[in-house]
């Protein structure tokens, strides 16, 4: 089946730095990528998806290309601010068989004043 | 801006007993989801539902759970006899009819469910 992974652990920086969080995926057919971002307390919200190869999906200053040569949907953000601390999921959906997201883990994001 | 609500937001049950999570969905939604994370885990999906049917579910929706549409609004899961394993964050998420469902999905803001 289709799977998701995400870089191990938590992660620390501190304000104006620059983020990275990994993501490559397993998966046959055509696909939609997605980033959701979980704040302290609420539910998933969607960030940035993108719906075919080469696609770049940007919000809030957050960035992600879906690269089908390496199956990867790296998320970047050039200068975090202390109200980016949340967790991040990574996450996909197959066009053919079925509509069930496949999640990555998710990475905590702790940003430091 | 619309969006998609669950109550309890927390829920503790004895082993044994029955439970159900209700959910209200976007409401010119079609697709309606429950997905579940146990603690330190990833987000399972459990259960699709369109057309007041299940669609598609996964291996861990057995014959302990159930869903249901009882009116225009409302989309409940039931677990029948809970278990300790069933301790988790469930998710209640929806979508529209853009693309037959193979579209985003929103979320509500989750149910603790905590089985002692």
């Known amino acids: 089946g289709n799977s998701v992974t995400q870089m191990e652990g938590p992660v620390t920086l501190s304000e104006e730095a620059f983020l990275t969080i990994n993501c490559t995926y397993t998966?046959?057919?055509?696909?939609?990528l997605f980033w959701y971002v979980q704040y302290p307390g609420e539910g998933l919200q969607l960030l940035l998806k993108?719906?075919?190869?080469?696609d770049k999906g940007s919000n809030k200053g957050f960035e992600a290309t879906y690269r089908k040569e390496t199956t990867s949907f790296h998320l970047e953000k050039g200068s975090v601010q202390v109200s980016d601390s949340a967790v991040y999921f990574c996450?996909?959906?197959?066009?053919?068989?079925?509509?069930?997201?496949?999640f990555g883990k998710g990475n905590q994001v702790v940003v430091i004043p | 801006e619309p969006e998609v609500t669950q109550t309890p937001s927390h829920q503790v049950t004895q082993m044994g007993q029955e439970v159900i999570l209700r959910c209200v969905p976007i409401s010119n939604h079609l697709y309606f989801y429950w997905y579940r994370q146990i603690l330190g885990q990833k987000v399972e999906f459990l259960v699709s539902f369109y057309n007041n049917e299940i669609s598609e579910k996964s291996e861990i929706f057995d014959d302990q759970f159930s869903v249901e549409r009882p009116d225009g609004s409302n989309f409940t899961l039931k677990i029948r006899s809970t278990k300790l394993e069933d301790s988790a964050m469930y998710f209640c998420a929806s979508s529209d009819a853009t693309s037959g469902g193979y579209n985003e999905q929103f979320f509500g803001p989750g149910t603790r469910l905590t089985v002692l």
């Open positions: 993108a719906t075919k190869a080469d």
């Open positions: 996450a996909l959906i197959s066009y053919y068989g079925n509509n069930r997201l496949a």
């Open positions: 998966a046959t057919g055509y696909l939609s």
